[in-house]
């Protein structure tokens, strides 16, 4: 969303007004998740997208509406039915839950927009919690952030809100998440997290890596490639790559930035510079550590660390044999097997099959046989 961020601090710079429109909750099946975000300009120009179709139609015509009128936030839900979906050709049965939010010359989003595009250049992490919605309509908009050394910006008008806001920010900031939070009095907070982009360094430039860099890349990673051969990290190899790093296994990383948005794959090219890096790898505060290779490779490489001092407790974090298991067999196969296991854990999903379970379908299959058809599926 830094596009998006970036237009709206270049409006409010320049005097123009605009209005943010945020997916801040979904439920069942929809084309956009928490987060999508679409900037409406004055001339109903706008940037980014809320999953496209008559949604974001309406949506946009409501923003052009706040700004038409110089109208207050709103907070808005849209459900997707059988219809909408057949139409506009998205998926049905869910509901989206919009904060659409304007921003007049001077709004005091500008600093905070400022601040944001701050982290996802490198930055220090920030996070931002919002209200969307409220029973008094003044309240809608205030705003608190947190920077990752612990001062704020900002208020949400209550201590007891803003207590349960920072508990939620530090949870999600790191990772670049977001949450939504509903409390006793019907107030709601959209909580949203900004770092840099999700990093993904490839320590090894074999097949492996280098078909895994290609999914990486198409997923939104920024990419780094650590190899001790300059024929197998280079730019010709690896043009997906932010960087490439010619160095020794246990200090490649030195070169690279690394924080709790970062996910390290090892895969080199023998037993031996495996353990170097992975003994550099788990000595970083990356949120994911894998390591290519066998069980019993494995168990040899934690052998000699163990031994070297490093606890288990850190080496029980290491994702190996790295993937999930969909019994991948060429480099291909095994880089979307290695990626669904990092977006599985950046997302905190389960990994598992999502098909429907067996009562859902013999309850359309009764429901089918007396002419009673409609589907009855779980919202989520």
Known sequence: MKEVIKEAVTL???GEPCVLATVVRTRGSTPQKPGAKLLVRKD????GTLGGGCVEGDIWFAAKEIMRHRGGPEFKDYYLNEDIAARDGLVCGGTMYFFLDPMWEANSYLPYGREILQAYDGGS?????????AA??????????????GSTQGSLGNPELEKLALESIRKVADLGNNDSILTADGTELFIEGYTTPPTLVIMGGGHIGKATAVV??????????????????????????????????SQGLDQVPINANTYIIVATRGHREDDYALEAAIGTPATYVGLLGSRRKTLLIYKHLLKKGHSPEVLRRVRSPVGLDIAALTPEEIAISIMSEIIMVRRGGKGGPMQMANKYFNRALEQAKVGEWAPSVPSS
Do not use: C, H
């Not at 008094?136 to 050394?149: I, T, Y």
């Not at 990419?223 to 001790?228: K, L, R, S």
């Not at 997906?240 to 010619?246: D, F, G, S």
């Open 12 to 14: 409010l710079e320049k």
């Open 216 to 249: 990486a890349k198409t997923l939104g990673f920024r990419i780094y490639v650590v190899d001790d051969r300059p024929e197998f990290a280079n730019t010709e190899r690896f043009p997906e790559a932010e960087a490439v790093v010619v160095a020794d296994y």
């Open 136 to 149: 008094e309509p003044q309240r809608m908009g205030a705003r608190l952030m947190l920077r990752e050394d």
């Open 44 to 47: 109903g120009s706008g940037v």
């Open 125 to 133: 992490v920030v996070g931002m919690a919002t209200v969307v919605r």
